[in-house]
């Protein structure tokens, strides 16, 4: 087998890099119009938060080929062979889905953040056992729902933080 690999989906990782560069720059703004420490502390903390969440993001990938399933994080590898696996199960929460591949030992969760979602979950119900896989996964392969509340929110948020540049930058524009 070809190994795959599965990142996160574009439509998520966009709206994080533009909430972490407009914070970034409400940061920059701020600290060069001359504001008091006090006031850079929201900027700083919404830069670093920001900064942290899409190198996470960008971090993550899922990766199957003839061993198992590796699940790769900003702060660690983890991997279960398709033998150990003895159950794929997932939790639907209206439109987030939360997919967990558990043996003996460990598991291995994952959401429906990431792209090809429909090829991922194939692909896994191909390489287990079919006593292994939970009886809502094949629904969900043939119609993976995608949810979109957090790209809007990020995106709102990205709204906001041009919003407050703006309001910095206005002084000078007068």
Not at 33 to 53: N, S, W, Y
């Amino acid at each position: 087998m070809k190994p795959k690999e599965y990142r996160i989906r574009t439509a998520l990782i966009v709206p994080h890099l533009v909430c972490t560069l407009m914070a970034l720059g409400l940061l920059g703004t701020s600290w060069h119009q001359g504001e008091p420490p006090g006031r850079l502390f929201i900027p700083a903390l919404l830069a670093l938060l920001f900064t942290f969440l899409t190198i996470n993001i960008l971090s993550r990938r899922l990766r199957i080929d003839d061993r198992g399933i590796t699940q790769r994080r900003l702060y660690g590898a983890k991997t279960l062979s398709f033998e150990e696996i003895l159950r794929f199960d997932a939790t639907r929460m209206r439109k987030r889905v939360f997919f967990a591949l558990s043996s003996a030992e460990n598991y291995l969760l994952f959401s429906n953040a990431y792209g090809d979602l429909k090829d991922l979950i194939h692909t896994l119900i191909q390489r287990l056992p079919a006593a292994a896989i939970g009886e809502d996964i094949p629904p969900l392969a043939e119609n993976p729902p995608l949810h979109l509340g957090s790209i809007v929110t990020l995106w709102l948020m990205a709204g906001i933080l041009g919003v407050g540049i703006f309001l910095q930058i206005q002084p000078l524009l007068s």
